[in-house]
Every structure is written in structure tokens, then in C-alpha cells.
């Protein structure tokens, strides 16, 4: 497959730069190519990167008539290891006219919040937008089968077939859709497999809408959903009587729930703009085309932002509240605060200051001492920033000062689990029309633990200027760190960048990195990484 990749794009770029001669050709191609390869030494420690890796992304894109677009992207690499992804990608997405998309091979689609929109698919689909028309569909593998290795602890996963649409009316600013997805692990596509992997099977439908009310001024986008979930289908059949099995399969392993989010944007004035946001997630809800929804949480965010001073001063905020085990499914219930403050003055065109403030907290009610928690994190920031004319260039120059403690309440640990942090660091760039630059940066760090403490100092500068009329483009950095904590270490940076672009043919670029480490306690080692790189836009 590799091999018949490169045949068709090896054949199509030459007869696209034949056809290209003509005035109007009938099929007109372009996209670009990227190949790399790398070198990689280590001693002293266990390789941390692969030695030799190759890599060829060729993404092009054919032009039938001016009316139909045919995308075809192929990622090939030599790091193909038996327990991960398959990440050769093949597809096919042909736009005719501006209300179809065909899809085939490998795409990527997204249904809605609640249902589908995070992994790819390797099938076949279409996207409708005709008029008011919003019609969207797809079947195919959402995941591949991923074999267990035991030696690197891979718990393995089945290859996941997924089918998907979404019927609806209206534009993206005012619409109301249907969505369905479902999803059902093939247990014969891997053998040998082990608790706690098991075969499952999902079903999720929702209703997305958004609409805008006073002028645009006030815009509501929402969805309410249902899903069902089988965390093993080798259980046996629970039939409920009214359901269509037809539909979904129901298992002893099958439990139901529901989702729902409402967003509320209002912005009365430019100068000012405000949003509420409120999500729930039953302890049921799962969507296997979304991984990072949380279930059994209810989130509610409110976030004011105003503009004063002519757009000088611009002022952002958001509080947010998180309540987990509202139905009391768990021995314990968590809530959460988040709260955040900014704000950027810009008091000329060369000086202006940046502040932060945040503040996370989060308690539990757990009867046990011991798994009780009680934690604040409070975060600050600010930097002043500058940039000027002077020393016959153009310079930037801003110092950032930050402090962070966390406090541990809970009446066992809070001892133990008390830290604060002071960082700074100041860094200045000067660079002058005739292509030469530098950068300079002061970096400092103490950090107290109620274990220890940990320090840190760097200084680093970095320098780049082109040569041959601006075509090689060139620079060398260094970075030199002392830090502390059980022992007294050092490292060392160097970096080397070099890029030449070659008329009509690419660009050429090469990186180089040398990282010297040293402590007292003889962890000593050293890294040598190059890459070498081609990239052709056609």
C-alpha cells in the first residue's frame, strides 16, 4: 500500500507540471510534500527517541473543471509498531458544486458535541448543505484493531465499526439538528485478550440547536441527549418490551442516561460581552466518539469581559462551579471553583503590562480523614513589556514575575502537601535590518516543598543572520541550567537551525541539538538529535 502511494503521487505531480503549460487545463493539482528523516544518539541513559525514523506526508489536492475538489492526503512512517494506531491515511473528499461533499478512505467528521467528533473515520460519507438543507452521513471503522503486548503493556482494542448522520435546517448561526451515532466493537478482530479489555457497544441520539435573539446580540446554542451503553456485549440479552431491538441490542451490561449543555452569549455593546455556560452529564452518558465528556457532572461557568479607554485596557474574568456525584452513585461528592481574572493595559505603542489572577479549589465530603479533600491553588502573574528603537535595531524587551501556592486542608496531610513557587524571568531581542539577530533570557526559579526545595537558574542566548542574499537562513542557540533540589545538576542546550529554499524545487532545513546533563549523583549523560528535512509546495 506504502509503495502504491508513492507510485500514483510519483505519476501525478510530473503530469501536472506538463498539464500546467496550458492556459485553462482541464485538472489542476497542488498540495505539498514533506519528508524527514533523523538521527538520534544517546549515552549514558536508555534511547528516549527512535534512531532513523522516516516520515512522508503528501497532501495534494485535484481540481476536476473547476467544480469538483478531490483532497488526498498519505502519511507514511517507518515507526509502525504492532500496538499502535495505524496512522497511514489515505482519503478522498470530492466537493461538487457548493452543496456536496463526498467522502471515502479516511476523513475526518464531526455530527455534534454529544455524539460524534473527535476520531477519524476510515469508510465512506457525505456532507449536505443545500439551501436550509443540513444533511450529513458516514460508515466505516472509527478505530482499528490494536493487538495486546503484554511485554509493553498494551491492553490492546477491538476495531471499532461506527456509523453516523445528522439531519437538519438552517445555517450554522440559527439551526436545529438530529443527530445519531452508534458504534459496536468487533471482538474477532483481536484474539488473546484479557481483563479488563472487553467488547463493547454504543448507541447516542441528541438535538442541537443555536439561534440568535435581539439582532445577534443574545446567541443561544445548546443540545440534549441520550445514549446507551454496553461495557461488554459477551452478556446475555435483556429484551425491554417497547424497545425495537432492531435499533440496539440490549444487554445485562447495558445502562442508559443522558446529557444535555446550554450556552447563553449576550453582547449589548461592543465594548462588553457576557456568557453563561451549563453542562450535565448523567454517570451513564458515554459517547465513544468523544472520550473527554466526565459523567455524573454539572458545570456552570459565567465569564464577563469589557473593553474601556478607547481599547486600551481590556478586562476578562470567568467563574466557574463543577459538581460531581449529584446522584449520589459514589461514596463521596466533589465540588470545584475555578475562577480567573486578566486584564491588558497597553498604555503606548512601545509599553504596555499584562496581570493575571487565578484561584482553584475543590472539596469532597468524604466521612474518612483520610480521603477528604480540601485543596486552594492560587496562581499570579504579571508582565511588564516594552519595545523600542535603539542600539541600531528594533528591540523587544519583558519581565514576567509569577507566584503559585497550594494548600492541602485536609487535617492529615495539609503538612505534607504545602508548597509556593516564585519564578521570574526577563528576555530581550534585538534585530536589525540587515538580517542579523540576538536574544538573551534570565530565567529564575525557587520552589519550597514541605520535602525540600528546588531552585533553578538559566541563561540562554541565541543569534541568526541569512546569508547568500537571505536564502540560508541561519541560527545557533545555547542554554545553560543550574538547579537544585536533592542534588546539584547542570545542563547544557545547543541548537543549530539551518534552512535553504531551492527555486521551484523545496526547501531544504536541517536541526541540530546537543544536551549535556550532569549531577552529583552520576546520572550523567549526553544527546545528540539531528533532522534533516525536504518540504515542496506545489
Same mark, same amino acid.
Given at each position: 500500500m506504502k509503495l502504491s502511494v508513492l507510485i500514483i503521487f510519483l505519476i501525478i505531480i510530473p503530469?501536472?507540471?506538463?498539464?500546467?503549460?496550458?492556459?485553462?487545463?482541464?485538472?489542476?493539482?497542488?498540495?505539498?510534500?514533506?519528508?524527514?528523516?533523523?538521527?538520534? $544518539?544517546?549515552?549514558?541513559?536508555?534511547?528516549?527517541?527512535?534512531?532513523?525514523?522516516?516520515?512522508? =506526508?503528501?497532501?495534494?489536492?485535484?481540481?476536476?473543471?473547476?467544480?469538483?475538489? =478531490?483532497?488526498?492526503?498519505? +502519511?507514511?512512517?517507518? *515507526?509502525?509498531?504492532s500496538y499502535q494506531q495505524s496512522i497511514n491515511r489515505i482519503g478522498a473528499n470530492p466537493k461538487i458544486g457548493d452543496w456536496l461533499t463526498l467522502h471515502g478512505g479516511?476523513?475526518?467528521?464531526?455530527?455534534?458535541?454529544?455524539?460524534?467528533?473527535?476520531?477519524?473515520?476510515?469508510?465512506?460519507?457525505? *456532507?449536505?448543505? +443545500?439551501?436550509?438543507?443540513? @444533511?450529513?452521513?458516514? +460508515?466505516?471503522?472509527?478505530?482499528?484493531? &490494536?493487538?495486546?503486548?503484554? @511485554? #509493553? $503493556?498494551?491492553?490492546?482494542?477491538?476495531?471499532?465499526?461506527?456509523?453516523?448522520f445528522k439531519l437538519g435546517i438552517g445555517t450554522e448561526n440559527a439551526r436545529v439538528d438530529f443527530n445519531f451515532y452508534k458504534a459496536k466493537d468487533i471482538q474477532s478482530s483481536i484474539s488473546d485478550f484479557k481483563y479488563p479489555l472487553a467488547p463493547t457497544e454504543n448507541m447516542v441520539m441528541s438535538y442541537s440547536f443555536a439561534f440568535p435573539v435581539f439582532g445577534d446580540k443574545l446567541k443561544v446554542n445548546g443540545e440534549i441527549g441520550g445514549s446507551a451503553y454496553t461495557s461488554d456485549t459477551r452478556y446475555e440479552d435483556h429484551p425491554v418490551e417497547g424497545f425495537p431491538s432492531w435499533l440496539y441490542n440490549i444487554k445485562y451490561s447495558t445502562r442508559f442516561d443522558f446529557g444535555t449543555f446550554l450556552n447563553l452569549s449576550y453582547t449589548p455593546q461592543p465594548e462588553y460581552s457576557f456568557s453563561l455556560k451549563g453542562k450535565w452529564y448523567g454517570?451513564?452518558?458515554?459517547?465513544?466518539? &468523544?472520550?473527554?465528556?466526565?459523567?455524573? @457532572?454539572?458545570? =456552570?461557568?459565567f465569564s464577563p469581559n469589557v473593553r474601556l479607554m478607547n481599547n486600551k485596557l481590556f478586562l476578562r474574568s470567568s467563574f466557574g462551579v463543577r459538581y460531581n456525584n449529584v446522584r449520589d452513585t459514589r461514596t463521596a461528592t466533589t465540588s470545584r471553583f475555578i475562577g480567573s481574572m486578566s486584564g491588558t493595559y497597553q498604555y503606548s505603542k512601545n509599553a504596555g503590562i499584562d496581570v493575571s489572577f487565578m484561584n482553584y479549589s475543590i472539596k469532597s465530603n468524604a466521612i474518612s480523614d483520610t480521603a477528604r479533600i480540601n485543596n486552594v491553588l492560587n496562581y499570579f502573574t504579571v508582565t511588564p513589556r516594552f519595545n523600542f528603537e535603539g542600539l541600531g535595531g528594533f528591540n523587544n524587551l519583558f519581565f514576567t514575575y509569577s507566584f503559585q501556592k497550594f494548600d492541602d486542608n485536609n487535617i492529615i496531610f495539609a503538612y505534607n502537601n504545602k508548597s509556593s513557587s516564585h519564578s521570574a524571568s526577563a528576555v530581550w531581542s534585538l534585530a536589525f535590518i540587515s538580517s542579523l539577530n540576538f536574544s538573551t533570557s534570565l530565567n529564575y526559579q525557587n520552589s519550597e516543598f514541605s520535602t525540600g526545595n528546588f531552585k533553578l537558574s538559566s541563561l540562554?542566548?541565541? @543569534?541568526?543572520?541569512?546569508?547568500?542574499?537571505?536564502?540560508?537562513?541561519?541560527?545557533?542557540?545555547? #542554554? +545553560?541550567?543550574?538547579?537544585? $533540589?536533592?542534588?546539584? #545538576?547542570n545542563q547544557l542546550n545547543l541548537r543549530l537551525n539551518f534552512s535553504y529554499p531551492v527555486e521551484k524545487l523545496g526547501t531544504i532545513s536541517l536541526y541540530i541539538l546537543r544536551n549535556e546533563f550532569n549531577s552529583d549523583l552520576n546520572t550523567n549523560y549526553k544527546e545528540t538529535q539531528a533532522v534533516l528535512q525536504y518540504y515542496y509546495n506545489f
Open positions: 503530469a501536472e507540471l506538463i498539464h500546467s503549460q496550458n492556459s485553462q487545463p482541464l485538472i489542476k493539482l497542488n498540495g505539498s510534500v514533506n519528508l524527514s528523516t533523523s538521527y538520534y $544518539s544517546a549515552s549514558g541513559i536508555d534511547k528516549r527517541y527512535p534512531n532513523g525514523l522516516s516520515t512522508a =506526508i503528501v497532501s495534494s489536492n485535484i481540481n476536476i473543471a473547476d467544480a469538483i475538489d =478531490i483532497p488526498l492526503t498519505a +502519511y507514511i512512517s517507518t *515507526d509502525q509498531v479516511y476523513f475526518n467528521s464531526k455530527l455534534s458535541d454529544l455524539t460524534f467528533g473527535e476520531t477519524g473515520v476510515m469508510g465512506a460519507g457525505f *456532507d449536505v448543505r +443545500y439551501k436550509l438543507l443540513r @444533511a450529513s452521513f458516514f +460508515y466505516g471503522n472509527v478505530r482499528d484493531a &490494536i493487538n495486546p503486548d503484554s @511485554a #509493553n $503493556s498494551i491492553l490492546g482494542g477491538f476495531r471499532r465499526e461506527g456509523l453516523g454517570p451513564g452518558f458515554v459517547t465513544t466518539g &468523544i472520550t473527554e465528556i466526565q459523567g455524573d @457532572a454539572l458545570d =456552570i461557568e540562554g542566548g541565541s @543569534a541568526g543572520y541569512s546569508f547568500f542574499n537571505r536564502k540560508l537562513n541561519s541560527s545557533i542557540g545555547v #542554554n +545553560y541550567s543550574l538547579f537544585s $533540589s536533592i542534588a546539584d #545538576n
